[in-house]
């Protein structure tokens, strides 16, 4: 067998698994043409109801998929309880023993994949998240928002037992694509709405801001700026707010 379990799809031309593939088709059955492109050729494979993700970008038959009734129906009614959209990395991790003691399923992709083909019609899925069918898919970066307004600032650790398996990458790209989100430092994330800076603080700040504007020649680094506020008569303010350089 030359995939003992499954197989990397994807439209590189140096995909080598799949001009693996290619060969083998070509020896034992010439007679079928396969796509020029791997694009192409990983649409018709992934479209295709005998196979299922298991890894990522990574596909294997559903026949070798070991996930028993029992555990498969536990872990349904579990999510049906929810009250959110979920991650498929939240609900593997959230059964990760379990998973790994009593099925195949190593990972959150292949759960994924796993419950595209026995629940199609129970969900609606999405890459990263998914939610009941006629329940509104809620973005992770929207569930970050929310426990940052009803908690106020978290450190990194904190938003990931709140939301299981979220890695600290996702959560600085979620940083990155909501300006409403900063970090207090290295392992912690606010939001602005939740920053206490009155009005006429609010001036003072723009008051030096624009003469170290002036006196810098338009140009500021971060740390520059927060150094020159951190020891300006705001000091004490930006010290309470917990914001940093970052």
Request: net charge negative; glycine share 4%.
């Amino acid at each position: 067998n030359e995939f003992d379990f499954d197989i990397k799809l994807d439209d590189k031309d140096d995909n080598e698994e799949l001009a693996s593939l290619r060969t083998i088709v070509q020896r034992l059955y010439p007679q079928i043409r396969l796509p020029k492109t791997n694009r192409a050729l990983t649409a018709i494979i992934t479209r295709s109801k005998k196979v299922i993700l298991c890894g990522r970008g990574r596909y294997t038959a559903i026949s070798k998929i070991y996930f028993p009734d029992y555990l498969r129906n536990q872990i349904f009614q579990w999510i049906i309880n929810q009250n959110s959209s979920l991650t498929y990395s939240e609900v593997f991790e959230r059964f990760k023993t379990r998973l790994q003691l009593e099925s195949n399923i190593d990972n959150g992709h292949f759960l994924h994949g796993a419950l595209m083909y026995y629940y199609p019609e129970e969900f609606h899925f999405k890459r990263d998240v998914f939610a009941k069918v006629g329940d509104s898919i809620v973005r992770t970066d929207e569930r970050v928002i929310s426990l940052l307004e009803n908690n106020g600032m978290m450190s990194i650790s904190e938003i990931a037992d709140a939301i299981p398996g979220i890695q600290e990458y996702q959560l600085l790209s979620i940083v990155e694509r909501n300006n409403i989100l900063f970090r207090s430092d290295k392992k912690r994330i606010g939001i602005i709405s939740n920053v206490n800076i009155d009005k006429n603080e609010a001036e003072g700040f723009k008051s030096i801001l624009d003469q170290l504007i002036d006196d810098n020649d338009s140009y500021l680094s971060a740390s520059f700026l927060y150094n020159s506020l951190l020891w300006s008569s705001l000091g004490d303010v930006l010290r309470k707010s917990e914001l940093s350089e970052r």
